[in-house]
Structures are given as C-alpha cells and as structure tokens.
C-alpha cells in the first residue's frame, strides 16, 4: 500500500530591490524572512521565496520574473520594485509598462498579485505624485492587491533607518511585513 503523497508548501515569491533584499542587515531580520516566519506561526503552509536584488529596478525585474515564475511557480507574487527607478527619475510611462508586464507574466501561470506601492520625497515634486500613483493604477487595472507604501510608518521615524538614511534597519523589519501582510493575507487560503 503507498503511502499518502506529501503536501507541497505554496510559494510566494517576492521581487523586490534593496528594501526587500535586507540591504545591511542579515536576511533572516528582513521581512521577507519576518513573513516567512509568520506563515509558519499560523499554519498556512506556504514557503516564502525572496528574490530580492539590491539596486533592481522594474526593467531588471521584467527581465527576471519569467525564469523566476519557472524556477518556483508560486501561487502569489509579490512585486516591490519601483523605487530605483524613482530616485533616478526614470519615466513614469516606463515603470507603468514594466508593472504591468510583471503582473500580466504572472497572471498568465494564474498566480495571484500583490502590487506594493512606493513614494519619493516631496522634493521631486509633481514627479513624486505621479510615480506613486503608478502602483495603485497598476493594481486596479489588473484587479490585483495592492500595498499602498512599503515604508507607511517607517518614513517618518528617521531612527528606523541605517546610516544611509535609504534603508530600514532590523527594527523597522516588523513594520514592513505588517504592511505588507494587510495586503497579502486576503489572498492566502
């Protein structure tokens, strides 16, 4: 008699720059680490698979989620990218086709989506707002979750940030991941 086959976990795949990757800190504090964790505190049986690069921008990401989308097949994609492209000013039209074509390439294998929202600093003016609103257009037109801001709460603490003042340290870590989490855990069985 054979015995019942072993449940494979979901995956959940995060594409994301720096901010995800755990740039200057170990990446077990990052939080995709933090959900990871998380996932297996509550039982979901899910695995949490971070192909976050630091410095990748939406273009960098466009290349990769094909092969990434392959390699692990995941039944949800977290997509946290932009913000390299905004601290270069690159064109919003060209961060909107890249979002959107990561979230159709991911649609296409039936994957959920979570589109997580980034901001720049007022000092880029008219540009900030646009860039911003980039995320949340993405989302509805693809029907998509959507994080408003990875860093909502964390911004304004400048003792959450590494010396850099780019990068969240391990104690801002928690606060990402609850941000993340309002948008993912909706999509989680």
């Given at each position: 008699?054979?015995?019942?086959?072993v449940h494979a976990a979901?995956?959940?795949?995060?594409?994301?720059?720096?901010?995800?990757?755990?740039y200057g800190i170990r990446?077990?504090?990052?939080?995709?680490?933090?959900?990871?964790?998380?996932?297996?505190?509550?039982?979901?049986?899910?695995?949490?698979?971070?192909?976050?690069?630091?410095?990748?921008?939406?273009?960098?990401?466009?290349?990769?989620?094909?092969?990434?989308?392959?390699?692990?097949?995941?039944?949800?994609?977290?997509?946290?990218?932009?913000?390299?492209?905004?601290?270069?000013?690159?064109?919003?039209?060209?961060?909107?086709?890249?979002?959107?074509?990561?979230?159709?390439?991911?649609?296409?294998?039936?994957?959920?989506?979570?589109?997580?929202?980034?901001?720049?600093?007022?000092?880029?003016?008219?540009?900030?707002?646009?860039?911003?609103?980039?995320?949340?257009?993405?989302?509805?037109?693809?029907?998509?979750?959507?994080?408003?801001?990875?860093?909502?709460?964390?911004?304004?603490?400048?003792?959450?940030?590494?010396?850099?003042?780019?990068?969240?340290?391990?104690?801002?870590?928690?606060?990402?991941?609850?941000?993340?989490?309002?948008?993912?855990?909706?999509?989680?069985?």
């Amino acid at each position: 008699m054979l015995a019942p086959a072993v449940h494979a976990a979901s995956t959940i795949l995060v594409l994301g720059d720096s901010l995800s990757a755990g740039y200057g800190i170990r990446k077990d504090a990052a939080w995709p680490s933090l959900l990871g964790k998380r996932l297996q505190e509550k039982r979901l049986d899910y695995n949490v698979v971070n192909v976050s690069i630091s410095g990748e921008t939406t273009s960098g990401g466009r290349s990769r989620i094909d092969p990434a989308l392959r390699k692990h097949n995941p039944q949800i994609v977290i997509v946290a990218l932009g913000s390299n492209d905004g601290l270069r000013g690159l064109p919003v039209e060209t961060i909107r086709d890249n979002l959107l074509a990561m979230t159709d390439t991911a649609l296409r294998i039936k994957a959920k989506v979570v589109i997580v929202g980034q901001r720049l600093p007022p000092n880029y003016g008219a540009y900030a707002e646009q860039f911003h609103a980039v995320f949340g257009d993405v989302a509805r037109l693809r029907k998509t979750a959507h994080v408003d801001f990875l860093l909502d709460g964390v911004v304004t603490d400048r003792r959450l940030f590494q010396a850099d003042n780019l990068h969240p340290t391990a104690e801002a870590q928690p606060l990402l991941l609850e941000n993340v989490w309002q948008g993912l855990a909706p999509l989680l069985q």
